[in-house]
Each structure stands twice: as C-alpha cells, then as structure tokens.
C-alpha cells in the first residue's frame, strides 16, 4: 500500500468547536490554524478560559457530551480526524498522539496501584500482555526518572509525591511511543524545583524519542527555552504566533505584552508587577471585533468592529492586532483611550 504524503505531522485548519450552555452556544474555538512537525515543541499560552485546551482536546477528539467540532480539518499525515470514526480515534489515542492531563493529584484512580493503572495503558494499546506488560512498565518508570521502578509498581498514588505523580502520567501516555504529546499545564499544582524538574525531563525524552510536543500552559515562564513556536491564543482565537525570541522580545499583540509585563523578573524587586486590567472575555457575548479590545488600553474604534486578520512582523512572526496595521485608513481612538492619552499629556 502506498504511503500517503503529507507535509506536516499535524495541520489544524479553521478549527471551530462550540459547546451548548444553557444560556447558549458558547464558540470555544473559533478559526485556529497551525503546523505542527515531527520532533519539534509546539507552546499555545493564554489564560483561562482562551480556548488552549478545548484546542487540544478536539485534537485527541475527547471532548465532554455538549461538545462538538463544529467545522474544519484536523490532519495527522494527511488524513482529516475529523471524519474518523469512534472505533479508528481509540486507535489513534495512545498510540499516535498521547496526553498529560492538568492535574497529576487527580489523574490517577486512587483505589488501584501505580502497576496496575501503567499495565493497563500498556495493554490497551500494545500487544504486550503479563511479564512483557509488566517489564515494559518498570521500563517506563526507570525512563522518567523514578528510583526503585519495582517497588513503586506495588504502591499506591497517595504514596507518591506530586512531582512523582507527573512522571508516572508521562509514563502513561509515552507507553506507546506515540508520535505527538499534548502537555495539557504540566506543571500545574509542582512547586518551582520540581516545575524545572518536569521541563526538563519532557525535553530530555523528546530529543532520545524524536516525538512532537504540543504544551498547553497559562505560564509564558514555563516554556521560555522549551518551545520552538509559541502560540498566543485569547478569546478562542489566536491573537500572535512566533518563536520564542520573537514572543519575548518583540512582542506586537497588546495581550501578548500584557503578559509579559505580568511575569516576576530578577528586576521585580524594584519594578512593580503590572496585571491586565478587567476581566476575561464572556464567551456567549463576544465582540463583533477583536475579543481583547475590553481589556485593550490602546483599542480603537476599528477594534470594536472589525477581527484583524494576521499579519507577518516577519518570516518568523504574526499578530492580529490593528496597531501593527499601516495602511492609512485613519483608525479613529476610542474616547476612553483619547482621555487617557490626554491625562498623560
């Protein structure tokens, strides 16, 4: 049978999924576009609620009862996801993309032995059953770095440290090999050490596995030197992309900066942290424009109205966000902004 070409290990294209509320359609995630290739780390960032995991989510095609893609094209080689059926997508799961959910305190079933809970994922999708299975585990906890694999088999997950715990979740999901692994805030609930910890062993296993990471996380800090690409996402959307020196260093979305200026510096003791102001966006009354313009100290007119589209800052990097737009079509400030201005002056 004849391989199938395909450019990218996994293009997301146009993605759209909606979730019904009682009080509504809520548009989780509305028109994401990117590229994912083998080998390389895929960082999406943004707070609460912007869409980042229901983003991933519809990549592994888990998402809860009121969910649904509503239009676009996931590929992974080539073929659309989208379209496979539920029988072909637990193939898929594990196998050819895995996931670390949030928590590692609650991702484990507590009544069952870290052995029994790595067996399983083991069995589930692989051939190996008894010895093989259980081999095959001791194996994986050796590779995250736990000591005494065997003794650690018998135990159970209140017996384990969370830092212990996350490296037990990162051995479920690397029981196949699969090709891409969603990082879903890996971090979350680890103090810094063990933060550092974690980073560092999810690099050190992608340079020996050759696998793709896509890592989803509210912390610009956390995937300073990991990633290759940093996605930007608010409101659903996704508001500036580009490498990581491009992201820190010149910045072009106003959310993107307001971050930035949120994260502690060795300078913090002398300068203030300065939050994003307001609140995140209700996403059943989105704006008909760009969905940070509430939040926006330099919103315009045109903001309020019109989605700005992407626009190269250069090879490396793009941002929706009219400011960076020259076209000469005289944007008009917004009164609260233009008093503002004034103030200052």
Known sequence: MEQKQYEHLLSVRDLHTHFSTENGTVSAVNGVNFNLDAGKVLGIVGE???????????????????GWIDQGEILYKGDNIVKWSEKEMQSFRGRCVSIIFQDPMTSLNPVFTIGNQLKEAITLHTAKRGKEAYDRAVELISLVGINEPEKRMRQYPYQLSGGMRQRIMIAMALACEPDILIADEPTTALDVTIQAQILELMQSLQKKMGMAIIMVTHDLGVIAEICDEIIVMYGGRICERGTADEIFYNPHHEYTKGLLRSIPTMNSKKQKL?????????MLNMPAGCAFCPRCDAAMKICLEEIPEELFINENHKASCWINVRDGKGFETLPETAEKEETAK
């Not at 300065?274 to 209700?282: A, C």
């Open 48 to 66: 609460s609620g912007s869409g980042k995991s229901v983003t991933a989510y519809s990549v592994m095609r888990i998402l809860s009862e009121n």
């Open 274 to 282: 300065v939050p994003i102001s307001g609140t995140p966006i209700n």
